[in-house]
């Protein structure tokens, strides 16, 4: 009888040791362990490796019941279940400006592939393709290649909104009527974390973009044609979605 209730504590420890609950944070980051305790909007955990954290209920977005650790020992480290790249679909328009003429409206639409995981840090870096189009006169139409750097602050992201700076620095290709030349953005606003690590980003933003243009000069009753160096401004809203 004694040997029967050794066998059956014995049995249970196993039980209890091979499986698990999965808590996944709205950073899309992921624990195994198990739940200590549960209130007061606040969970406690304890990994498989003996590590405690403790969340406050807001930032868990899911928890999973009865995991396998044989399956899922790469989630005991957040680091590992981050995927190393992403992609991100970059929007932006507003305002757009030429030394010397009229003003008008520009848009972009990029589209960035990099890694976001920097240093062990949550820091995009990648690079982009995208379209530009400045609608002054005439106009404008250029196809950018740039380096992308996105940081969010602070630069691990642990709670569902944040602040992001991105910044991109390329060049870009002109259309017929202009000649390319660099091209280069800032943007800072709001990062809002989503389900399965996907992020979206809102913020202000202004770009530059260089260019040679030409122009027509009226001297007497002849027209002349030469062609300027010149730099066109856009200052609008910009809208990332990181998938």
């Given at each position: ?190 990062r809002i974390a989503l389900a399965n690590q996907k992020a979206l980003f809102a ?41």
């Amino acid at each position: 009888m004694r040997h029967s209730l050794v066998h059956i504590l014995l049995l249970l420890l196993f039980a209890t040791s091979l499986y698990a609950e999965r808590i996944t944070l709205r950073s899309g980051k992921q624990l195994t362990g198990t739940i200590i305790a549960q209130t007061d909007g606040v969970l406690l955990l304890q990994t498989t490796q003996g590590q405690r954290f403790q969340f406050p209920m807001e930032e868990v977005l899911n928890i999973e019941k009865d995991i396998q650790e044989a399956e899922t020992d790469s989630t005991t480290n957040p680091e590992k279940t981050v995927r190393p790249v992403a992609f991100r679909i970059a929007v932006s328009g507003g305002p757009a400006a030429v030394s010397g003429e009229k003003c008008g409206g520009m848009t972009t639409a990029e589209l960035q592939i990099g890694t976001r995981q920097i240093a062990g840090k949550d820091i995009f870096l990648g690079g982009s393709v995208g379209y530009a189009g400045a609608f002054l006169n005439p106009i404008a139409h250029f196809i950018p290649l740039q380096a992308v750097v996105a940081v969010p602050i602070p630069l691990e992201q642990t709670k569902k909104y944040g602040a992001e700076v991105n910044t991109s620095l390329g060049y870009a290709f002109a259309t017929k009527g202009n000649k390319g030349g660099l091209t280069g953005s800032l943007a800072a606003g709001v990062r809002i974390a989503l389900a399965n690590q996907k992020a979206l980003f809102a913020g202000a933003t202004a770009q530059f973009i260089q260019t040679e243009r030409e122009r027509y000069t009226l001297i007497g009753n002849e027209t002349y044609t030469h062609s300027v160096g010149t730099t066109v401004w856009l200052v609008g809203a910009k809208i990332i979605i990181q998938l």
